[in-house]
């Protein structure tokens, strides 16, 4: 058997090495609406199970639950039960079909602004800014040697990360309780376990995703940047370097220009471009200053195309009009567009401003499906009945025949009241002449419906039993419904069988 030759000591490596990227802090649109968009994202998620709804005295009162104990999804004045689960599919596939739109219109702007691991993750990065300092700051950090200042700054944005953890992992157990009891459960140490565990599983996650990982995340284990690229097409908005008007670049004040010949290895200068307009049409308006390689927080260079790692923050394209304000250029030399744009450009053409790019025939079918899927799931929200009927027949007797020679059958009928109060409803069947009594009457008082009460927010159980004349099909159809008997009414209804003995039994 043969054996691989060992690998010579200077063979390349398969993988590179991660390069740390300390992402440098800068202001703009972008990174205002970031700010925005993380905090109202953290609001909601850590604020969310503390807020009350009044359901009454027999349901919870927390506004978001899901309580697995008792099979319920509360949210606000919803509540889905078990058998309702497709409203809880049709909120996924709006997911899905919201992200493909966001996709094909905006490219991954729900990376870049939305996903948790985003979230997360930028505000562990504004806390290592705030005790590290800024990105020079913290490539020094970085390179010094382990002392107390450097030991008492690592520990103290470490214990911060974790606390973030904690309170993460927190928030999400508080939406599967009552938040204010299992926060005093948890406080004396009395919760159940599986409350402690989840609490550490998800501190760890956040803690290693969002402070240690990061960027890798988004390139290495997140699928959806793979799948992204049948999302896109040519017409997407994507950020973009606009090579057709950067190239070729300056490398600002750092080189004297020493003649107006672009082959020359000296680059003009600033200060030869305000002198000369003619030379300042013939080259590029990218200093090569490499800011928006600096605030990118997965550490990629814009100017090298798209690539996986880019997560459309936008952060690139304030950091670049920050630079372009400040030669005197102008701005959006990064800035959303689209491939055909590009193209359309570079041959010396009017790209179409980004609005309309939004609205064309692949954008619009994804909306229109979204759409339709959210008003149809409103409209069956809104015309559900608060009442349900389930009925099994008793198949062991299949039937009994009585005294005076009357035909009689069993039936199990469960009753869901939705309703967080109990109601009085009426059972009744049609399709069979004949009685109906439940187990706790008898045939004497049987008559055409039966009336009994179901408790708040559950399924009532009962056994039926049905007598009709023995003359008549061996199997005949029949349903039952109930009608609720208060102001709010509504009824449903199930089908099953009546069994009689063949003629001549």
Not at 34 to 52: C, D, E, F, N
Not at 188 to 210: C, S
Not at 279 to 305: H, K, M, Q
Not at 428 to 452: C, E, H, K, N, Y
């Amino acid at each position: 058997m043969s054996h691989p030759l060992p690998l010579p000591e200077n063979a390349g490596r398969f993988f590179e090495a991660r390069r740390k990227v300390f992402p440098k802090a800068v202001d703009g649109s972008f990174r205002r609406l970031k700010w925005a968009i993380m905090g109202v994202a953290l609001a909601i998620y850590y604020v969310t199970p503390w807020l009350r709804w009044d359901r009454g005295t027999y349901a919870p009162d927390q506004a978001v639950l899901v309580d697995l104990a008792h099979r319920r999804f509360y949210m606000f004045a919803i509540e889905i039960w078990p058998h309702e689960f497709y409203y809880v599919a049709g909120l996924l596939i709006m997911a899905g079909i919201g992200l493909f739109l966001v996709t094909s219109a905006v490219g991954r702007a729900w990376c870049g602004y939305a996903c948790p691991q985003t979230v997360w993750t930028d505000l562990f990065v504004h806390v290592e800014r705030a005790i590290d300092g800024d990105r020079n700051a913290q490539i020094r950090l970085q390179k010094a040697p382990w002392g107390p200042t450097k030991i008492l700054k690592r520990v103290s944005k470490h214990a911060i990360w974790l606390v973030i953890g904690v309170l993460t992992g927190g928030a999400w157990i508080f939406y599967f309780a009552d938040a204010p009891t299992l926060f005093g459960n948890l406080v004396h140490g009395t919760a159940p376990y599986v409350a402690y565990a989840t609490i550490g599983i998800l501190t760890l996650t956040t803690y290693v995703f969002g402070g240690l990982m990061r960027e890798q995340v988004c390139i290495y284990m997140c699928p959806w940047p793979r799948i992204q690229g049948a999302m896109l097409d040519e017409k997407s908005l994507t950020v973009t370097y606009k090579a057709w008007r950067g190239e070729p670049r300056t490398h600002g004040l750092k080189r004297e220009a020493a003649a107006n010949d672009l082959d020359n290895p000296g680059m003009p200068s600033l200060a030869a471009l305000a002198a000369d307009p003619a030379l300042a049409s013939r080259i590029g308006d990218c200093i090569d200053c490499n800011a928006c390689v600096a605030v990118c927080p997965t550490g990629i260079d814009i100017r090298e195309g798209p690539q996986i790692g880019c997560i459309t923050c936008g952060l690139c394209i304030d950091a670049c009009d920050g630079i372009m304000a400040k030669v005197g250029r102008p701005s959006r030399l990064i800035g959303y567009t689209t491939d055909l744009d590009g193209r359309i450009a570079t041959a010396g053409g009017s790209p179409l401003s980004p609005i309309r790019r939004l609205l064309r025939p692949r954008t619009i079918a994804y909306f229109a499906v979204w759409a339709g899927i959210g008003l149809g799931m409103l409209f069956a929200l809104g015309n559900r009945t608060r009442i349900d009927i389930s009925v099994q027949q008793m198949r062991n007797p299949q039937w009994v025949r009585l005294s005076d020679g009357s035909i009689r059958n069993s039936y199990t009928v469960k009753i869901r009241n939705m309703e967080a109060r109990p109601r009085t409803v009426e059972i009744a069947t049609s399709g069979v002449p004949g009685v109906i009594w439940s187990d706790s009457g008898s045939r004497d008082r049987a008559g055409r419906t039966v009336r009994l009460t179901v408790p708040a927010d559950q399924v009532g159980r009962v056994q039926l039993f049905v007598a009709a004349p023995a003359a008549g099909a061996s199997r005949a159809d029949m349903r039952f419904t109930v009608r609720a008997i208060d102001a709010e009414g509504g009824a449903a209804s199930d089908d099953s069988y009546f069994e009689r003995p063949e003629q001549g039994q």
